[in-house]
């Protein structure tokens, strides 16, 4: 038998390890500062004006103004003037009238006596319409004065942070040769 040599290798491992790296990032919110004027509404609005006529209700009742009703009254004496003219005219007429044989005086008489006094329209015509209303809104003055928004943002840059990773290499396991020699044995 021959002696033979022993000889055992081991590789050698290499380990490695890793973190990756990593950003932080943080963004602040921006500053706004925002300023705001209200419109403004001005607005003026009188009264309207209503007017009330009760002159055709006055003078239903009362006559009215002293100039209106002696007015009305002398102008209501023109027309009588003329119909009482009108009537002597008649009455002249029928006395004048030979072939009448009747004495027309006591007729006529009497139909003065019945008749009276001449219709006048001293007082207006009492109507439920005798007033009358007329309404006058004025205009509303309306001014508006614009508001107004001012907005200010104050805007922030992001903040960014970078945590380094790491690569770590090592030997896990160092390569190795054992030579083991043949063992001889001498005694014989």
């Known amino acids: 038998m021959v002696p033979q040599l ?20 943080r963004r602040p919110q921006p500053d706004m500062v925002i300023k705001s004027t209200p419109a403004r509404v001005t607005a003026e609005n009188r009264p ?18 002293q100039e209106a009703f ?5 102008a209501q004496y023109q ?19 030979l072939r009448n044989r009747v004495n027309p005086m006591p007729d006529m008489a009497l139909d003065e006596f019945i008749e009276g006094a ?22 509303i003055n309306m001014q508006v004065e614009e508001g107004s928004v001012q907005v200010d943002v104050q ?25 083991t020699p043949p063992v001889i044995n001498m005694r014989v």
């Open 118 to 139: 001449p219709d006048l329209q001293i007082y207006g015509h009492a109507s439920p319409a005798n007033i009358s209303f007329s309404y006058t809104p004025h205009e």
């Open 6 to 25: 022993s000889i055992q290798s081991q590789r050698g491992r290499i380990g490695i390890e890793s973190q990756l790296g990593q950003y932080e990032i």
């Open 79 to 97: 027309e009588v003037a003329r119909q009482n003219l009108i009537h002597m005219v008649e009455k002249g007429n029928r006395m004048g009238d």
């Open 70 to 74: 002696w007015s009305r009254l002398y």
């Open 155 to 179: 805007v922030h840059k992001p903040e960014i942070q970078y945590h380094r990773g790491y690569v770590r290499i090592y030997m896990e396991q160092y390569p190795s040769l054992t030579i």
């Open 48 to 65: 309207g004006e209503l007017k009330i006529d009760q002159t055709l209700t006055n003078n239903a009742l009362t006559g009215g103004k």
